[in-house]
C-alpha cells in the first residue's frame, strides 16, 4: 500500500504522530506520505481554499505541511503537488470523537471525503478522548491487515471511532450507524480588552440519538465504533412528493 496520510489538528499533533509510526512498522504499507495542515484546523469540513495561494513545506521523512485545510492538503498530495501516487486515504488520528452529527463539521472526515472524491479508498479515524492515542494507531493497523481483500463499495468512507482506553480494555469492534446530537450548546459571549463583543462557539450537543446500533452506543460501551458514509445527500423519500408539489405549480 502507498498511504496518503492527513488530519485536521495539524501535522505535529500526537494523533497523526502516533499513526504515522504505527504505519510505518507496517509491512504492507510500501510508502508512506503525511501532508496535514500546518496549523489546527478542526471543524474546516469539506472547504477548499481558492482565493489564496497554498503554499508546502517539507519536514523531515516524507512528512509535508500546507497552509491550507484539510481538504486542501489531500487535493494537493493527489493532484499532482508532489511527486506521490498514493493507494488510499487516511486521515487521523483526530483528537476528539467524530461521531453522529459531528461528520458534517469534521476536517478529519473531510480528509477522507476528498480522498473519495478524487477515487481512492478512504478512512477516518478518531479517538475519543485526548489520551490513548497508540489504541487508536493498532486498531486502524489491524483493520488494515486484510481490507483489501474486503469487497466494499467504492463509494464508501469508513469513519472509525475508538474509546479513549488501553487496547487491553477495547472490548471489541462493531459496524454502527450514526447517531444524532442535540443543538450545541448557545455561544459563549467575551468581551475583548479594548471593550468590544467577541464569541465563542459552544460546545456540541450531547447525544440524542444514541441507541443500540449507533456508534455513539457502541463508543460508550467500550467498543469500536465502524461506520460506513457516503456523500449522496439526495432525500430519496421526498422524490415523489416534491415532484407532485412542482407539477402543481
Not at 181 to 186: C, G, L, M, V
Not at 220 to 239: C, F, K, N, R, W
Request: aromatic share 6%; proline share 4%.
Amino acid at each position: 500500500m502507498r498511504i496518503l496520510l492527513s488530519n485536521d489538528d495539524g501535522y505535529l499533533a500526537p494523533g497523526i504522530r502516533a499513526l504515522y509510526k504505527a504505519l510505518k512498522e507496517l509491512e504492507a504499507v510500501k510508502e508512506l506520505v503525511m501532508i496535514a495542515p500546518d496549523r489546527n484546523r478542526s471543524a474546516a469540513s469539506n472547504s477548499l481554499t481558492l482565493v489564496d495561494p497554498l503554499r508546502i513545506h517539507a519536514h523531515e521523512d516524507q512528512i509535508f505541511s500546507v497552509n491550507g485545510t484539510p481538504t486542501d492538503c489531500v487535493h494537493l498530495g493527489i493532484n499532482g503537488a508532489i511527486a506521490y501516487k498514493a493507494d488510499m486515504v487516511i486521515s487521523g488520528v483526530n483528537e476528539g470523537a467524530n461521531m453522529g452529527d459531528d461528520v458534517l463539521y469534521s476536517g478529519t472526515v473531510a480528509a477522507a471525503t476528498e480522498g473519495r472524491f478524487l477515487g481512492k479508498p478512504s478512512i477516518a479515524v478518531s479517538l475519543c478522548g485526548n489520551q490513548h492515542f497508540a489504541t487508536a494507531a493498532q486498531i486502524l493497523v489491524h483493520l488494515l491487515d486484510d481490507l483489501h481483500m474486503q469487497d466494499l463499495d467504492k463509494n464508501t468512507i469508513i469513519n472509525i471511532n475508538v474509546p479513549d482506553l488501553p487496547l487491553s480494555q477495547i472490548k471489541g469492534i462493531k459496524v454502527t450507524r450514526l447517531g444524532k446530537r442535540h443543538a450545541s450548546e448557545p455561544v459563549v459571549k467575551a468581551v475583548d480588552p479594548r471593550g468590544g463583543q467577541m464569541f465563542w462557539i459552544g460546545p456540541a450537543g450531547s447525544a440524542a440519538d444514541a441507541g443500540e446500533g449507533t456508534d455513539f452506543h457502541a463508543v460508550e460501551a467500550g467498543y469500536v465504533s465502524v461506520t460506513p458514509l457516503q456523500i449522496d445527500l439526495t432525500h430519496y423519500a421526498m422524490l415523489e412528493k416534491m415532484n407532485s408539489w412542482v407539477a402543481t405549480k
